[in-house]
């Protein structure tokens, strides 16, 4: 059920989960079997959830969003008049831990170069190596083809990935004239139509 996970020091094996929701079940009153010594931070949690029920499942949502894509596409603001950074602080931790730990980034670079293809932005087909010698080998700009904020909650697949150039990533999420976003793929048809324009336009400028 969790693959490889079990082998991790740090995974939770089903007596620490056991005993974790035996401290939930206490924390929340109405429960007379066996006292287990809870922890305090079992007790905030709990306090948060049931004090804050909206707020946590906004929170828990961005969380579940970042660990299935590996990137965190916004804190959500807090309405809460008390401590309104509260719930931002553990996805800004996660967003930091993310940071380092980019596998279906490194996964979608990988793959590109392991079918022998030098770096390019999959729009403009800047070349990353080409223009930047070293300095560009392995980076490019990894983004998802639909937008988290559309797709919700997913798994994230090499193929809803694109490798972008910083450029071409900004004007994917720019909005303009009531789009929010558009695909990478949308954007270079555009950038091919306006290509073939100018080079209509060169050649009819020329014959003049
Ligand atoms: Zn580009």
């Known amino acids: 059920m969790h693959d490889g996970a079990a082998a991790d020091p740090r995974f939770r094996f089903p007596d620490?989960?056991?005993?974790?929701?035996?401290?939930?079940?206490?924390v929340r009153g109405g429960y007379h079997g066996t006292v287990t010594k809870g922890g305090r931070l079992a007790c905030e949690v709990v306090a948060d959830f049931t004090e804050r029920p909206d707020e946590m499942l906004t929170a828990a949502k961005a969380l579940r969003v970042g660990v299935a894509s590996a990137e965190i596409v916004g804190i959500p603001e807090q309405e809460s008049e008390t401590d309104s950074a509260r719930e931002g602080q553990p996805l800004r931790r996660w967003a930091l831990y993310r940071e380092r730990n980019k596998p279906p980034r490194d996964r979608k670079i990988r793959a590109v170069q392991e079918e022998?293809?030098?770096?390019?932005?999959?729009?403009?087909?800047?070349?990353?190596?080409?223009?930047?010698?070293?300095?560009?080998?392995?980076?490019?700009?990894?983004h998802h083809s639909l937008p988290l904020h559309i797709s919700g909650v997913t798994w994230t697949l090499l193929p809803d990935l694109a490798l972008l150039c910083a450029n071409c990533r900004r004007r994917c999420h720019r909005s303009f004239r009531g789009e929010s976003w558009r695909r990478p793929d949308d954007l270079r048809e555009q950038m091919q139509k306006l290509?073939?324009?100018?080079?209509?336009?060169a050649a009819s400028t020329s014959a003049s």
């Open 116 to 142: 022998g293809d030098p770096l390019r932005c999959e729009v403009c087909s800047f070349g990353f190596t080409a223009a930047y010698g070293e300095l560009g080998d392995g980076y490019a700009e990894v």
């Open 195 to 201: 290509g073939q324009r100018a080079i209509h336009q």
């Open 16 to 26: 620490s989960v056991s005993l974790k929701t035996g401290t939930i079940v206490r």
